[in-house]
């Protein structure tokens, strides 16, 4: 059974840093290219970052400079690393693993607000 569980999400104040996490299981982790998206509310999901089997990493300008994706294949989790958040950063994040498949976590809540 495939999981991917994300944690570290949470409440921060504007300018602060959260450290996300996913952890996957159930797939040969080192094959998949991992992803981060983020929903905020009312609105769509959106790429946050990506970070391939190669270790090669893509964010969009919105983030650029401010989130990091890594990744290491011997814990089979993938972070992202956010700073200077501002509260358009509000959102529900959550990885996905894509190969042969695609995989979904549930999410994390992250809450950018004084």
């Known amino acids: 059974q495939v999981q991917l569980v994300e944690s570290g999400g949470g409440l921060v104040q504007p300018g602060g840093s959260l450290r996300l996490s996913c952890v996957a299981s159930?797939?040969?982790?080192?094959?998949?290219?991992m992803a981060w998206y983020r929903q905020p509310p009312g609105n769509q999901r959106e790429l946050v970052a990506t970070i391939n089997r190669y270790g090669e990493t893509y964010s969009p300008d919105s983030v650029k400079g401010r989130f990091t994706i890594s990744r290491d294949n011997a814990k089979n989790t993938v972070y992202l690393e956010m700073n200077s958040l501002k509260p358009e950063d509000t959102a529900v994040y959550s990885c996905?693993?894509?190969?042969?498949?695609?995989?979904w976590g549930r999410g994390t809540q992250v809450t950018v607000s004084s």
């Open positions: 159930g797939i040969m982790f080192n094959y998949y290219n």
């Open positions: 996905n693993a894509g190969f042969k498949n695609v995989y």
